[in-house]
């Protein structure tokens, strides 16, 4: 392995989702410094269609006021649809991280309050002091959520390689009709996720674990 491949994969296994930050706020420069080096990402025909809401302190407190409030609302919402299931390994996995994070910071099989408590906690953006929203056109579809996949990658690599940690979350997509609301964002944009980052806590026990990556033979095949 390289010299350079050994630096990349080493900032691959430092970076991890981070579910607890703590308050300290990251100065503007180094925020503009990681968007700009996520935004080098490869898109279709470059067309860059990833747009970025950051949120300022009382901006950030009253979207998280409101989806707090709709937390208890059992239907979701979101601009993209969500998978329809989990089958075969893809379940065994989205399992496994599940109770990884419950088991680290002591839910226990059939708390259901507990689990409703720790997944309100996405609402409350783990506590982050930064948060950015991704949106992405309608009409460049699939292929523009997969091109803001790619951003969000590189985002979340940028920030580690300077020391802040980060976490792209899905769940506030679910309530993309709110996101949309308080921060006036146009029809023909989707919703894709939030993006909360900031230092981590390193005390706090939903930072204590790492998931797991599937041996190659699991997901390569040469033919």
Known sequence: MSPELKDLDKLM????????????????????????????????????PWQVILL???????????LVYSAD????????????????VYKTRRSTCGWQLYNAVGVQKGDREGASQ???KNYEFFGAPHVAIITTPKDLG???????????TAF??????????SIPQAAIAGRAPIVREVLNIEEDRDVLCAISFGFADKDNPANSFRTQRADLGEFVEWV
């Open 13 to 48: 296994n430092r970076r991890f989702s981070c579910r607890g930050f703590l308050t300290k706020a990251v100065e503007q420069k180094f925020i503009d410094q990681i968007i700009e080096t996520a935004q080098k990402v490869p898109s279709w025909c470059n067309s860059q």
């Open 56 to 66: 300022r302190q009382e901006t950030r407190e009253l979207l998280s006021e409101k």
């Open 73 to 88: 609302q059992a239907f979701e919402t979101p601009d993209i649809d969500f998978p329809k299931r989990y089958a075969g």
């Open 118 to 120: 720790q997944m309100a």
């Open 142 to 152: 699939a292929y523009g959520v997969l091109d803001c996949g790619a951003f969000i």
């Open 156 to 165: 979340t690599l940028a920030a580690a390689a300077i020391g802040v940690s």
